[in-house]
């Protein structure tokens, strides 16, 4: 799935450069092609992360030279990719930022007030994904939870939609509640773990597996207790 993003923000970004200079879209194009290349094999990610830095070198007040050094339309694309690029790396805290500037633009273009769409779950899941490698575990939980009710919310206003078209909310949505029941774990704190799993029970086979794991986890810890 990570992969089938990927793909459709670097379209997104590529259609949208094709109307800026005639040099620009030639350093993105290779940018994201190293982006790539880079979720792969991570030596690609240096040479790709400095490229995005040149191409989004932004002022203060999110310009450069007076102008967006992008189509605003690619923005959240791209500083999504850069992001992505640069957890490939381990530097997650600048990844945050990124992925922040990414949700900006996207706030700005009004997308955040519509429903869920699939590059504000990648933006958001790899903002908790970062946390969790910092270990910012009840950071990540509320992203991860945050994420889960928006797929509940999508799941609500598109049930009558072809099957089909929810494959992806579904994965994100299994993947999100069992990351914030994962965090709560390794932050020690089983019974809110549970107490996730318990309200999203039903919802995927591997969320009720992670919760029968847990539900023993916890009469094992009593028991042992008891002696």
């Known amino acids: 799935m990570i992969a089938k993003m990927m793909t459709a923000l670097c379209v997104l970004i590529i259609c949208a450069t094709a109307m800026v200079i005639p040099q620009s879209p030639s350093i993105t194009r290779r940018a994201i092609e190293l982006s790539k290349r880079a979720n792969v094999d991570p030596s690609f990610a240096e040479e790709a992360c400095k490229l995005w830095a040149i191409i989004l070198d932004t002022d203060c007040d999110g310009t450069t030279d007076g102008q967006m050094p992008l189509p605003l339309g690619a923005m959240p694309a791209a500083h999504a990719l850069h992001a992505s690029t640069l957890v ?83 994965i994100v949505h299994c993947d999100s509640v069992l990351r914030a029941a994962l965090c709560c774990t390794r932050s020690g704190d089983l019974e809110s773990a549970i107490s996730i799993l318990e309200k999203f029970e039903g919802h995927d086979a591997e969320i009720d597996g992670m919760h029968g794991a847990l539900l023993l986890m916890q009469m094992h810890s009593f028991n042992s207790h008891l002696k």
Do not use: H, P
């Open 88 to 170: 490939r790396i381990g530097r997650d805290k600048e990844a945050m930022v990124e992925y922040q500037k990414s949700l900006d633009f996207l706030t700005e273009g009004g997308a955040l007030s519509k429903t869920l769409s699939k590059e504000e779950a990648e933006i958001r899941m790899g903002m908790g994904k970062s946390l969790q490698r910092m270990l910012r575990y009840r950071d990540a939980t509320d992203v991860f939870l945050g994420v889960a009710g928006r797929c509940v919310g999508f799941n609500a206003n598109v049930a009558s939609r072809n099957e089909e078209n929810l494959g992806w909310i579904k």
